[in-house]
């Protein structure tokens, strides 16, 4: 028995050092926490990962560093996230199309978002907007499907790149529509945006916290948003249903993961710190300010809808024939 006790104890002490120093510790966490956001600075999810960490870092007491990771859709980022130590001071800021649409185009992933990854929380539900640039003609999307219809192929969009969120939500937009247009992928979504301001390519669906600076200085003008109703803090601007394509929806969502393997108190404890930086009334006037929504969740509430996204998707990116092209 004394034996089994010892062998037991030395178990027990042997994983507490490989777990690290701030988990034989009572202290946690105790050290900076670095967040990689797999997409460009300015984008939705970026200013969304952005106002939650300021927050959770003045509550915890450490910093929160964002580190911005593009290239690939996401696909690069995750990636360095999914390979990071699973010490409980790495997170990765992740929008849906990482999670749930990126490995409908791709055979062979270099991760695997169910395996590689621990679930931390929701965070917030990304209106979007649909853009022209702001000396554009086109004033609805009626008539942005309308010169789409007379000039097939011609009218180009912009997106985050192959296989992004914003790929998608415009192929299914020119689909819905019976119209064909030409997809132009962005190293980024803000870029994607910039681009469309500038007049490289006609349009882009965006979140609205990419585009608000663009649109208020004139350089976007917004036709709709794609949303079953208008939005209560944009009051005045038409539904894309309004604007000319009935039934027409499309937003995303923004969530926090943690590499595989991250001690089941850190996740927690990361819950815990989005939940109570969610609660705060700065924190929501920020979010609403830019058409992000509020979520929050358990970890294991994330996981289930990550894999009803991931059907979901994986379903419709079939059957409208989207190419990561």
Sequence with gaps: MQRRHLMQS????????????????AAYPNKPIKMIIPLAAGSAVDNAARIVSQKMAANLGVGIAIENQTGAAGLIGAERVAKSPADGYTLGGFNDSIMTML????SKMPWDILKDFEPVSLVATIEWA???????????????IE???????????????NGSPQHIAMALFAMQA??????????GATQAAVGTAAGEVQTCLQGIATVSSLVKAGKLRILGIPAPKRLAQFPDLPTVSESGLPGYEMNSWFAVMAPAGTPKAAIDKFQSEITR???DPGVREQFAAQGLSPLGSS???????????????????????????
Excluded: C
Excluded at 153 to 160: C, E, F, P, R
Excluded at 178 to 187: C, N
Excluded at 301 to 315: F, G, H, I
């Design 178 to 187: 019976g119209v064909q247009m030409t997809h132009v992928p962005y190293k």
């Design 277 to 279: 930086a969610l609660a």
């Design 130 to 144: 649909l853009v022209v640039s702001g000396d554009s003609p086109i004033k609805t999307a009626a008539e942005l």
């Design 147 to 161: 010169a789409a219809r007379k000039a097939p192929g011609k009218i180009n969009y912009g997106s985050g790149g």
């Design 103 to 106: 490995p409908s185009f791709h």
């Design 299 to 325: 970890p294991a509430e994330l996981a289930v809808m990550l894999r009803a996204q991931l059907a979901r998707y994986s379903k419709l990116i079939k059957e409208a024939g989207i190419t990561a092209s």
């Design 10 to 25: 030395g178990l027990a002490a042997a994983s507490a050092a490989l777990m690290g120093p701030s988990w034989a510790q």
